[in-house]
């Protein structure tokens, strides 16, 4: 249920590898504290792209909402998903907001599940405070 075009996923298995101590990360045993750096910049990338695809959904959505009449109405009265609104046509592949919402959910996992999103942005916000809302900004003059 996630993107083709990265093609998949799998699992590898390494039997008795040897590293030679120059490739070793960071030194033995703290190659997993890289993972956090390849993180930050992943996280901005993640943010860019569902601002993107959450735009495309939206102009798919309005324009065929502009043009569709059902059941002799046309507008209705509440905001609803931009899948909802096409309808079957938004789960077919007519469109690409079938691809979207599929990409969408599992992305919700593949970096973590939400319920462990929230707990650390819970805790840095308890430790931090009100500063969790604030950057350092140096000003050049």
């Given at each position: 249920?996630?993107?083709?075009?990265?093609?998949?996923?799998?699992?590898?298995?390494?039997?008795?590898?040897?590293?030679?101590?120059?490739n070793v990360l960071?030194?033995?045993?703290?190659?997993?504290?890289?993972?956090?750096?390849?993180?930050?910049?992943?996280?901005?990338?993640?943010?860019?792209?569902?601002?993107?695809?959450?735009?495309r959904c939206f102009?798919?959505?309005?324009?065929?909402?502009?043009?569709?009449?059902?059941?002799?109405?046309?507008?209705?009265?509440?905001?609803?998903?931009?899948?909802?609104?096409?309808?079957?046509?938004?789960?077919?592949?007519?469109?690409?907001?079938?691809?979207?919402?599929?990409?969408?959910?599992?992305?919700?996992?593949?970096?973590?599940?939400?319920?462990?999103?929230?707990?650390?942005?819970?805790?840095?916000?308890?430790?931090?405070?009100?500063?969790?809302?604030?950057?350092?900004?140096?000003?050049?003059?």
């Amino acid at each position: 249920m996630g993107p083709e075009e990265h093609g998949g996923h799998c699992e590898l298995v390494f039997e008795g590898p040897e590293i030679p101590e120059e490739n070793v990360l960071l030194g033995e045993g703290l190659g997993l504290k890289v993972t956090p750096i390849r993180l930050g910049p992943a996280r901005l990338t993640h943010c860019m792209r569902w601002l993107g695809l959450s735009k495309r959904c939206f102009e798919v959505a309005r324009a065929y909402a502009e043009e569709r009449t059902g059941f002799n109405v046309d507008r209705g009265t509440y905001s609803m998903p931009p899948v909802q609104i096409n309808g079957a046509r938004g789960c077919s592949k007519d469109t690409v907001l079938e691809w979207i919402y599929r990409y969408a959910r599992q992305a919700r996992l593949v970096d973590g599940a939400d319920e462990v999103h929230k707990m650390v942005l819970n805790r840095h916000l308890t430790t931090e405070g009100i500063d969790f809302w604030q950057w350092p900004v140096e000003v050049e003059m």
